[in-house]
């Protein structure tokens, strides 16, 4: 069911593309990527470095973006999973999962983000934590799966904006008013930060906000083994019709990643090569 809507979408692009909202460079291949095995991206808030881990999420790799440099910090299990970096860059906040009994407990551990060394901030246990401590947002949300917490302060809200639903993929827009969110039977959605007016923006994974009107996303087809098409696509939350296909070279682009400025784009392709795409402002 899954790859019949998803192609039914890819389908939908040709017949609802419009004019274009986002202007972007050509997407380059990242210093130190090109043999593979980097995917999931995140930048970190001054946009000097970027994150990566395994396709499974497991381990963390530091890539600065100036000298092309790669350092090791993790070798984790699903440290790269919901992975969060401190305001000043400095600190990584980051999942660690071992698995005792069939069970699947999660600690959550500091990381220097230039020597790798670790300090353990919560110890291993089954409730669902997520690496939150000194993050570089103000106001953050975050999923056990069934519900949304928003953080703001000291302040907590749960919300659950679609019901009864599998909530994954949830950010925070950069002026903390909107939550971003997918879920299984309601594609992807956006609500205001207390849960409220909930609407549908389209069908894309990993969506991602570019700033507080615009979000990117992928659009990907697989069978039944491996993804074979995948396309980035960026929509505007008040006219989610209009869709905009970013050209990435016909590359199997997958999980973009949107530096703090909105300046760059970062992505990954089928065989974790890390590209890069300046905005054109």
């Not at 999420?57 to 790269?80: E, F, M, N, V």
């Not at 009994?101 to 670790?118: E, F, P």
């Not at 992807?188 to 207390?194: E, G, I, R, Y």
Request: proline residues 2%; contains cysteine; neutral net charge.
């Amino acid at each position: 069911m899954r790859k019949i809507f998803t192609l039914a979408a890819v389908a939908l692009v040709a017949v609802w593309a419009q004019a274009q909202q986002l202007s972007v460079g050509e997407a380059k291949m990242l210093t130190g990527t090109e043999k593979g095995g980097y995917y999931h991206a995140v930048f970190s808030p001054a946009g000097d470095y970027l994150l990566t881990s395994a396709e499974d999420y497991s381990g963390l790799q530091r890539h600065d973006l100036q000298t092309g440099k790669k350092t090791r910090l993790s070798d984790a299990a699903g440290a790269g999973y919901g992975v969060r970096i401190t305001t000043d860059g400095k600190q990584i906040v980051a999942r660690r999962y071992e698995y005792q009994n069939n069970r699947r407990l999660t600690a959550i551990d500091r990381i220097n983000a230039r020597t790798g060394k670790t300090t353990a901030v919560r110890k291993m246990a089954r409730q669902q934590v997520a690496p939150v401590e000194e993050t570089s947002e103000k106001v953050y949300v975050t999923t056990n799966g069934f519900e949304m917490t928003v953080h703001n302060g000291s302040a907590e809200t749960v919300i659950r904006p679609a019901g009864d639903e599998s909530y994954f993929w949830c950010t925070m827009s950069p002026d903390g008013s909107k939550v971003l969110y997918v879920t299984a039977h309601h594609g992807t959605q956006v609500c205001n930060a207390d849960g409220s007016n909930a609407r549908f923006v389209g069908v894309m994974n990993a969506p991602q906000w570019i700033d507080n009107e615009n979000i990117i996303g992928m659009i990907d087809t697989d069978n039944g083994d491996f993804v074979v098409q995948s396309l980035l696509l960026v929509r505007n939350i008040h006219t989610p019709d209009e869709i905009q296909v970013l050209n990435t070279g016909q590359r199997i682009a997958m999980y973009p990643a949107v530096s703090a400025d909105g300046r760059q784009i970062a992505f990954n392709n089928n065989k974790g090569q890390i590209f890069i795409m300046e905005v054109q402002k």
